[in-house]
């Protein structure tokens, strides 16, 4: 049934324009015709399914959240993918497993109303893991080179796009960005994405505490519209997570899902090494391990406890 507020085609129609204008300046007409045309498609193709979604009651924020999800994915990997030289037939093939791990993940947060900073890398872990299975079966169907894989998993537009944005803040301070400077600029827009969901009480009480020139420069970036969604993900959870600890901000330990802290994990070590690690454990342990990559761990007869002490111990293993 129709979302209230909420217009399938007009939105897709919109990511597109969007879009258009954060296409790289080195592309000819066909690759840029190629990011809009496919990005378009997977949005109007979400925001129908949606409104014809028999199990979900979805208000247009919601609706918009995911299919923004897919729009950008979309975007970032047929970037990615046409910067690897790769036929039309290999990229359609990949970025449609792309954006069904996405749509899959985003409705998923939805349904279970999971927090953006941990949406974000849940989703870009999933995106890696499904990109690097659909190559490497590529790969094995003869349709990728196996000398191409390491080039074509190196592109990533993400940390490209991430990087221009650092650089760009800088430069208009009036001089070259530092490494150094660039960190914290990242920083600060992360404490910014974190304080707009405080009272105004709260957040005067943070920024109070920080030097003038900081709590300026977050002012400013809590007035960026949707500036979470133009951060790296996975960078920007750590962040996140940094802030919420030198606050002393505490979670409730029954609230945590340990399941998603190790997928999480698998945005900074290959989920094939984790894999690997558990294959020597327990059955249960082997399984639930597994699991946590897929919906069904959910459905795991395994104690908070023990998912604590998997993924501490897999943390501890990784250095992570």
Same mark, same amino acid.
């Given at each position: 049934?129709?979302?209230?507020?909420?217009?399938?085609?007009?939105?897709?129609?919109?990511?597109?324009?969007?879009?258009?204008?954060?296409? %790289?300046?080195?592309?000819?007409?066909?690759?840029?015709?190629?990011?809009?045309?496919?990005?378009?498609?997977?949005?109007?193709?979400?925001?129908?399914?949606?409104?014809?979604?028999?199990?979900?009651?979805?208000?247009?924020?919601?609706?918009?959240?995911?299919?923004?999800?897919?729009?950008?994915?979309?975007?970032?990997?047929?970037?990615?993918?046409?910067?690897?030289?790769?036929?039309?037939?290999?990229?359609?093939?990949?970025?449609?497993?792309?954006?069904?791990?996405?749509?899959?993940?985003?409705?998923?947060?939805?349904?279970?109303?999971?927090?953006?900073?941990?949406?974000? %890398?849940?989703?870009?872990?999933?995106?890696?893991?499904?990109?690097?299975?659909?190559?490497?079966?590529?790969?094995?169907?003869?349709?990728?080179?196996?000398?191409?894989?390491?080039?074509?998993?190196?592109?990533?537009?993400?940390?490209?796009?991430?990087?221009?944005?650092?650089?760009?803040?800088?430069?208009?301070?009036?001089?070259?960005?530092?490494?150094?400077?660039?960190?914290?600029?990242?920083?600060?827009?992360?404490?910014?994405?974190?304080?707009?969901?405080?009272?105004?009480?709260?957040?005067?009480?943070?920024?109070?505490?920080?030097?003038?020139?900081?709590?300026?420069?977050?002012?400013?970036?809590?007035?960026?519209?949707?500036?979470?969604?133009?951060?790296?993900?996975?960078?920007?959870?750590?962040?996140?997570?940094?802030?919420?600890?030198?606050?002393?901000?505490? %979670?409730?330990?029954?609230?945590?899902?340990?399941?998603?802290?190790?997928?999480?994990?698998?945005?900074?070590?290959?989920?094939?090494?984790?894999?690997?690690?558990?294959?020597?454990?327990?059955?249960?342990?082997?399984?639930?391990?597994?699991?946590?990559?897929?919906?069904?761990?959910?459905?795991? %007869?395994?104690?908070?406890?023990?998912?604590?002490?998997?993924?501490?111990?897999?943390?501890?293993?990784?250095?992570?």
């Amino acid at each position: 049934m129709p979302i209230d507020g909420f217009d399938a085609q007009g939105f897709a129609q919109s990511m597109a324009q969007q879009a258009g204008e954060f296409l %790289p300046q080195d592309f000819d007409d066909e690759s840029k015709n190629y990011v809009i045309g496919k990005l378009h498609s997977f949005c109007q193709m979400a925001g129908q399914s949606l409104e014809n979604e028999p199990n979900m009651t979805l208000n247009a924020e919601q609706a918009s959240m995911i299919v923004q999800y897919i729009g950008e994915w979309t975007f970032h990997k047929c970037i990615d993918l046409i910067r690897s030289n790769l036929s039309n037939e290999v990229r359609d093939h990949i970025i449609q497993q792309v954006a069904f791990v996405v749509f899959d993940e985003a409705k998923k947060a939805v349904a279970e109303n999971i927090p953006h900073e941990q949406v974000a %890398p849940t989703i870009e872990a999933q995106v890696d893991r499904i990109f690097k299975e659909s190559i490497m079966q590529l790969v094995n169907s003869g349709h990728i080179q196996e000398q191409d894989v390491e080039h074509i998993l190196s592109q990533s537009n993400v940390a490209q796009v991430s990087q221009e944005m650092a650089e760009q803040a800088a430069a208009e301070q009036g001089s070259p960005p530092s490494e150094e400077e660039q960190r914290r600029a990242f920083k600060l827009a992360a404490i910014s994405i974190l304080l707009k969901n405080m009272d105004k009480k709260t957040v005067q009480g943070i920024l109070s505490g920080m030097s003038e020139a900081d709590a300026d420069q977050i002012m400013d970036f809590m007035k960026v519209p949707e500036l979470e969604h133009q951060l790296d993900p996975t960078l920007l959870a750590r962040e996140l997570e940094d802030f919420k600890q030198s606050l002393n901000i505490q %979670p409730d330990p029954e609230s945590i899902d340990y399941s998603q802290m190790i997928r999480m994990l698998a945005t900074r070590v290959n989920p094939n090494k984790i894999l690997s690690l558990a294959k020597y454990e327990r059955p249960l342990i082997r399984e639930y391990t597994a699991e946590c990559f897929t919906s069904e761990v959910n459905n795991m %007869p395994i104690s908070k406890n023990l998912s604590k002490i998997i993924y501490e111990y897999l943390s501890l293993k990784f250095n992570a």
